[in-house]
C-alpha cells in the first residue's frame, strides 16, 4: 500500500517527536531514535518538515521494489549522520552511566555497548547501515584506555563512530514484516534502553540523583578548555525552563527560585568533590599543586596494584579513587555564579 504524504505529515504534527511517522513509513530505526531521544531534543523533529517529501518517496519505492539509484557501492559521507552518530553514542552513553554504572565491569563491558549501540543505531537509520562487530569491536578497544573515567564516552563514540563510516553500507531488501512484529521488536528495544534507568530511579532514587548530577558535572567538564562551549551547553539544559516561561509565564509560583536551587545543587558538586579528593589524598583544603602532586605520586607508589597482589581488589579500589582525587583537583576551579547571572 502506497504510503501517503497527507498522512505523514499528521503523523508527523500528532506524534513526530516519538517517530509516528518513521514508523508510518518503515523507519523503524528512524522511530526508535526518535523514540529515545524525543525527536532529536525537537530540533530533528523540526527539521524534518522539509525532508519528508523524500522519505515518502523512499519508502514507495522500497514498497514498489524498485532499483533505487546510487545504491551500489559506498553511500556518501555525511557530516550530519557523522555529528549525530557521536552525540547519540555521548547520549547512550551518559544514560548508562547513571543507570548502569554501579554493576561490575561497567567501564570494560556496559559502557562501550551502550555507547556503540548508539553510533550503531544512527548508521541504520533510512536506507544505509553499518558493521556491527567492527563498530563494537572499536569501541570495546577504546574502553581500557579511559578505563574508569567519565570522559571515555567521548573517545569511544568517536572511535564507533569513525569505524561505523568507514564500513557503512547500503541495506539489502528485506520482505515487508507484520506491523505486530515490528512494535514487539521496538517495544524490547525501547525497554532495554528505558528499563535499567526506570529501576534505577524507582530503587534507588538518591543514588540515582547523584549519578545524574555527578556525570552532568562531568559532561560540562568536558568544556572547561572551552569556556564560551560550556556556557552554551549549560544553557542547553535549562532551555526547557526558559522556553516554558516564555509561553506560559508565572503560572502562581516563583519557579526562578526552584530553577536557582537546582543550578546551585548541580554547581555545588563540584565542591563537594573537591573536598572528597583533598581526603582522599590525605591533604587540607588548599593545598598547592606541589602537595598535591606530591601526595598523589606517594599515594600511587603505595596503592599500585602490581605491588600488592596480595589485597588486589583493595588496591584496584584505592588506585582508582586517587587517580580520580588528582583529576579534579587538577582541573582549574571555576567561579561560582547563580542562575539569575546565566
Known amino acids: 500500500m502506497a504510503k501517503g504524504l497527507l498522512m505523514t505529515y ?21 522511530a526508535l531514535l526518535w523514540m529515545l ?8 523533529w523540526l527539521w524534518e518538515f522539509w525532508k519528508l517529501p523524500n ?34 553514542g555521548i547520549y547512550f552513553g551518559l544514560v548508562a552511566l547513571i543507570s548502569l554504572s554501579s554493576m561490575a565491569g561497567f567501564y570494560i563491558v556496559g559502557l562501550p555497548l551502550a555507547v556503540g549501540l548508539g553510533v550503531l543505531l544512527v548508521a541504520a ?20 584506555i579511559f578505563y574508569g573515567r567519565p570522559i571515555a564516552i567521548l573517545p569511544i563514540s568517536v572511535a564507533a563512530t569513525i569505524t561505523a563510516q568507514k564500513h557503512r553500507r547500503y541495506k539489502a531488501a528485506v520482505e515487508s514484516e507484520a506491523l505486530s512484529v ?17 529501576y534505577s530511579a524507582l530503587c534507588n532514587t538518591a543514588a540515582t ?39 506560559v509565564g508565572d503560572p502562581g509560583f516563583d519557579k526562578s527560585q526552584e530553577w536557582e536551587k537546582l543550578y546551585e545543587f548541580v554547581h555545588g558538586v563540584p565542591d563537594e568533590k573537591r573536598q572528597l579528593a583533598y581526603q582522599a589524598l590525605g591533604l587540607s583544603e588548599g593545598a598547592s599543586n606541589e602537595e598535591i602532586h606530591r601526595s598523589y605520586r606517594e599515594l600511587v607508589k603505595v596503592w599500585h596494584p602490581d605491588l600488592n597482589r596480595h589485597q588486589m581488589e ?29
Open 10 to 30: 499528521a503523523l508527523w504534527a500528532i506524534g513526530g517527536p516519538v517517530g509516528l511517522h518513521h514508523l508510518y513509513l518503515g523507519r523503524d530505526s528512524h
Open 37 to 44: 531521544t524525543l525527536g532529536g531534543g525537537g530540533l530533528g
Open 55 to 88: 522519505f515518502v518517496a523512499q519508502a514507495n519505492r522500497v514498497q514498489g521494489h524498485k532499483q533505487r539509484s546510487g545504491e551500489e557501492g559506498i553511500p556518501p559521507l555525511s557530516l550530519i549522520r557523522f555529528a549525530a552518530q557521536v552525540m547519540v
Open 125 to 144: 537509520v533510512g536506507n544505509q547501515t553499518s558493521d556491527f562487530k567492527n563498530t563494537l569491536g572499536a569501541a570495546f578497544l577504546t574502553s581500557p
Open 182 to 198: 515490528r512494535l514487539y521488536r521496538l517495544g524490547l528495544a525501547f525497554l532495554a534502553f528505558t528499563g535499567p534507568l526506570a
Open 209 to 247: 540523583l547523584s549519578y545524574a548530577v555527578e556525570t552532568l558535572e562531568s559532561f560540562l567538564g568536558w568544556f572547561n578548555c572551552l569556556p564560551l562551549l560550556g556556557r552554551l551547553m549549560e544553557s542547553a539544559f535549562f532551555l526547557p525552563y526558559r522556553i516554558w516561561w516564555i509561553l
Open 314 to 342: 583493595e588496591a584496584q579500589r584505592h588506585f582508582l579513587e586517587i587517580q580520580a582525587a588528582y583529576e579534579v583537583l587538577s582541573q582549574p576551579r571555576k567561579p561560582r555564579e547563580s542562575w539569575s547571572e546565566k
